[in-house]
T-cell receptor, first 112, second 111 residues
Framework: DAMVIQNPRYQVTQFGKPVTLSCSQT?????MYWYQQKSSQAPKLLFH???????NEADTPDNFQSRRPNTSFCFLDIRSPGLGDAAMYLC???????????FGSGTRLTVV | SQQGEEDPQALSIQEGENATMNCSYK?????LQWYRQNSGRGLVHLIL?????REKHSGRLRVTLDTSKKSSSLLITASRAADTASYFC???????????FGKGTTLSVSS
């Protein structure tokens, strides 16, 4: 089945140690999104790629970076994780326009 | 910045009852979408309603949109325990390139 896959499901990292979360899709969607969701809060958009065009939200910390080497894969890099970065990170894909998003199951990041 | 606000924040009902959740938003939209999130999981797309539509149905779901009041409602009829989840409305950002989610309504359906 076509889907969005996030790895790993759970990630524990040390304070200040760089970490990379991955997302892959088999839907051939041209847009990929990264959201951060903290406990009992709304998913917050970090950035998105329309094809290779990167779009960063104004309030996304510089500590967060992203790469999209091809249509199928997108990575979220956190250069120096702080305790406040502990959250669920959600990857989503869609076609541009009036389309629903397909989400992965998320990666829950713990910072120790 | 947050666009949608759901109301109520939490809702508890019995199986078989109907559940209604409301969403208000601030600026003009192209479409409004509703998503469900089971605890600790990703979001699942439920329904999309375009700005020129007033009502849409999908199975036990009914969504209405009132652009003059900048509000939408999601009705789940004949609720089941499996409907227990958080429900989010989402509208497009000012550039129309990404969805902004509201805080969500947590629905608990007891048997």
């Amino acid at each position: 089945d076509a889907m969005v896959i996030q790895n790993p499901r759970y990630q524990v990292t040390q304070f200040g140690k760089p970490v990379t979360l991955s997302c892959s899709q088999t839907l051939n969607h041209n847009v990929m999104y990264w959201y951060q969701q903290k406990s009992s809060q709304a998913p917050k958009l970090l950035f998105h790629y329309y094809d290779k065009d990167f779009n960063n939200e104004a309030d996304t910390p510089d500590n967060f970076q992203s790469r999209r080497p091809n249509t199928s894969f997108c990575f979220l890099d956190i250069r120096s994780p702080g305790l406040g970065d502990a959250a669920m990170y959600l990857c989503a894909t869609s076609f541009l326009g009036d389309y629903g998003y397909t989400f992965g199951s998320g990666t829950r990041l713990t910072v120790v | 910045s947050q666009q949608g606000e759901e109301d109520p924040q939490a809702l508890s009902i019995q199986e078989g009852e109907n559940a209604t959740m409301n969403c208000s938003y601030k600026t003009s939209i192209n479409n409004l979408q509703w998503y469900r999130q089971n605890s600790g999981r990703g979001l699942v797309h439920l329904i999309l309603i375009r700005s020129n539509e007033r009502e849409k149905h999908s199975g036990r779901l009914r969504v209405t949109l009132d652009t003059s009041k900048k509000s939408s409602s999601l009705l789940i009829t004949a609720s089941r325990a499996a409907d227990t989840a958080s429900y989010f409305c989402a509208t497009d950002n000012q550039a129309g390139t990404a969805l902004i989610f509201g805080k969500g309504t947590t629905l608990s359906v007891s048997s």
